[in-house]
């Protein structure tokens, strides 16, 4: 069982900049994939960027070159620094992870406000 808890959303202005934070806690030693997904209402939870464990990462196509997904060696925190944030990247945002039993584990979500 992985538990994982997000931070660092908030109100920010068009232009602005943000960073999530995810600490996972529990059987972090079965973490494989760490992921950030996004989802406003009426919409499907979508998929912005995720990170293998060897590092390879994976952007979305409206966040890529904006947003940089990143994690500690000891894969206890999970990051998604946000540059140059968009009305339209408004959303509540959630950290998963996968093990390496294909289990998936979310967090909570924390909410993102991007003002125009």
């Known amino acids: 069982q992985v538990r994982l808890a997000e931070s660092g959303g908030g109100l920010v202005q068009a232009g602005g900049s943000l960073r999530l934070s995810c600490t996972a806690s529990g059987s972090i030693s079965s973490i494989n994939t760490m992921s950030w997904y996004r989802q406003t209402p009426g919409r499907q939870r979508e998929v912005v960027a995720h990170?293998?464990?060897?590092?390879?990462?994976y952007y979305t196509s409206s966040v890529r070159g904006r947003f940089t997904i990143s994690r500690d060696n000891a894969k206890t925190t999970l990051y998604l620094e946000m540059n140059s944030l968009r009305p339209e990247d408004t959303a509540v945002y959630y950290c998963?992870?996968?093990?390496?039993?294909?289990?998936?584990?979310w967090g909570q979500g924390t909410q993102v406000t991007v003002s125009s």
């Open positions: 998963k992870c996968r093990s390496v039993r294909d289990d998936d584990f």
């Open positions: 990170i293998l464990s060897g590092g390879n990462t």
